[in-house]
Protein backbone atom coordinates (compact mmCIF):
# COMPACT_ATOMS: atom_id res chain seq x y z
CA UNK A 1 0.00 0.00 0.00
CA UNK A 2 2.79 2.12 0.73
CA UNK A 3 4.10 1.20 -2.38
CA UNK A 4 1.19 2.85 -4.28
CA UNK A 5 0.81 6.05 -2.31
CA UNK A 6 4.82 6.87 -2.97
CA UNK A 7 3.74 5.96 -6.98
CA UNK A 8 0.83 8.37 -7.23
CA UNK A 9 2.06 11.10 -5.46
CA UNK A 10 5.13 10.78 -7.81
CA UNK A 11 2.81 10.59 -11.13
CA UNK A 12 0.58 13.87 -9.40
CA UNK A 13 4.28 15.62 -9.19
CA UNK A 14 5.44 15.10 -12.22
CA UNK A 15 2.06 16.24 -13.82
CA UNK A 16 1.74 19.40 -11.82
CA UNK A 17 5.43 20.00 -13.09
CA UNK A 18 4.53 19.28 -16.90
CA UNK A 19 1.36 22.09 -16.64
CA UNK A 20 3.53 24.51 -14.77
CA UNK A 21 6.13 24.14 -17.68
CA UNK A 22 3.19 24.27 -19.99
CA UNK A 23 1.42 26.68 -18.51
CA UNK A 24 4.92 29.13 -18.12
CA UNK A 25 5.88 28.44 -21.73
CA UNK A 26 1.98 29.64 -22.97
CA UNK A 27 2.72 32.86 -21.29
CA UNK A 28 5.93 33.27 -22.69
CA UNK A 29 4.48 33.18 -25.70
CA UNK A 30 2.02 35.35 -25.64
CA UNK A 31 3.84 38.00 -24.36
CA UNK A 32 6.49 37.63 -27.27
CA UNK A 33 3.54 37.81 -30.30
CA UNK A 34 2.23 40.86 -28.92
CA UNK A 35 5.14 42.45 -28.94
CA UNK A 36 5.37 41.44 -32.83
CA UNK A 37 2.40 42.67 -33.93
CA UNK A 38 2.22 45.17 -36.49
CA UNK A 39 -0.65 47.44 -37.05
CA UNK A 40 -3.08 46.62 -39.77
CA UNK A 41 -3.52 48.81 -42.67
CA UNK A 42 -7.14 50.57 -43.83
CA UNK A 43 -8.35 48.82 -46.38
CA UNK A 44 -7.74 50.93 -49.61
CA UNK A 45 -10.78 51.44 -52.41
CA UNK A 46 -9.11 51.73 -55.69
CA UNK A 47 -11.99 53.14 -58.03
CA UNK A 48 -13.09 51.27 -60.71
CA UNK A 49 -11.83 53.75 -63.19
CA UNK A 50 -8.26 53.66 -62.14
CA UNK A 51 -5.43 52.11 -64.91
CA UNK A 52 -4.96 48.38 -64.41
CA UNK A 53 -1.53 48.99 -62.90
CA UNK A 54 -2.78 50.70 -60.04
CA UNK A 55 -5.70 48.18 -59.81
CA UNK A 56 -3.83 44.88 -59.98
CA UNK A 57 -0.53 46.73 -58.73
CA UNK A 58 2.91 45.96 -59.48
CA UNK A 59 4.16 43.05 -62.14
CA UNK A 60 6.10 40.61 -60.18
CA UNK A 61 6.81 38.94 -63.79
CA UNK A 62 5.18 35.88 -63.47
CA UNK A 63 4.16 33.74 -66.80
CA UNK A 64 0.89 32.26 -65.28
CA UNK A 65 -0.86 31.64 -62.31
CA UNK A 66 -2.34 28.62 -61.31
CA UNK A 67 -6.03 29.03 -59.60
CA UNK A 68 -6.89 26.51 -56.76
CA UNK A 69 -10.91 26.51 -56.26
CA UNK A 70 -13.39 23.15 -55.57
CA UNK A 71 -13.44 20.70 -53.18
CA UNK A 72 -10.76 19.47 -51.71
CA UNK A 73 -12.39 16.16 -50.47
CA UNK A 74 -12.46 15.34 -54.11
CA UNK A 75 -15.25 14.07 -56.37
CA UNK A 76 -16.37 11.03 -58.10
CA UNK A 77 -18.92 13.13 -60.69
CA UNK A 78 -17.68 13.40 -64.22
CA UNK A 79 -16.85 16.59 -65.58
CA UNK A 80 -18.72 18.15 -67.88
Known amino acids: MQKLNTITRIKLSVVAFLM ?12 AAAGQEQPRR ?28 GSTHGSLEPCG
Do not use: K
Open 20 to 31: VVSLVGLRAGQT
Open 42 to 69: PLEFVPVSAPLEVRAGTDDGADFAIQFV
